[in-house]
């Protein structure tokens, strides 16, 4: 089965988050999974060629998940090789206060990328249906209209162009305890710790099921969500990885006709 398939949550699906796998027996063949993600950057390199090319779409790129689940790590390992001129990646963090005095989708609509760009979202307009209901600043009615309208906004962008996929990194929380001791075993990864790290962990459950809620409400057709295996990192980016590049693939993209006989020319 495709990964494509095998991972996205389908629409109105409703998501129970432990049924979905943190780790998968695949993920044991590092050899086979290290082949397969190098082979996924050189496609998505031509791939990233062809979107610039033609100019009649755009990428974007959610992720979601909670501390430690490899957001960065993501970015850095499966993109590593894309032109940079034809990528951007957005971070989302608190809300400024120019931010704050817009409708909660302001930010992540500035942010979105033109036609012939990907555009990743390192956290997203998502956190303001998870940690507003997590920290109770919004109440679950408003979470669940604020799910709506973002629906809403997705179906837009996806009608002129844009082709969406979102993921959350699914982590156990005795993998994020795994990685949070190694970076405080570490001096030089002290930078990456913050006691923010530390305060959201009691509250795992009540993110756990925020997500539920708005994956299960969020997924569409047009903006689909996957659930990926993360405790094991490199598998983690071959199934991203695979998935961008199918999803890329079945654009059925082709490079545009010239504007003039090449064969006229003469140097």
Known sequence: MKLEKKFRVAPNEKVKLDKWPTLVKEAKDKKSTAKSLEENRGRLYEL???LIAEQKRAVLIVLQGMDTSGKDGTIRHI???VNPQGC???SFKVPTPLELRHDFLWRAHSAVPPRGMIGIF???HY???LVTRVHKTI???EAHRRCAEIVEFEQMLAENGTVIMKFFLHISRDEQTRRLEARLADPDRHWKVSNADFAERPLWPAYMEAYEDAISRTSRKFAPWYVIPSDDKTYRNVAISEIVVDTMRSLKMHYPRPTFDPSLIKL
């Open 48 to 50: 990233q060629e062809l």
């Open 127 to 129: 956190e303001d249906v």
């Open 139 to 141: 109440d679950v009615k």
């Open 79 to 81: 993109f590593t090789g």
């Open 88 to 90: 951007t990646v957005t």
């Open 122 to 124: 390192n956290r997203s």
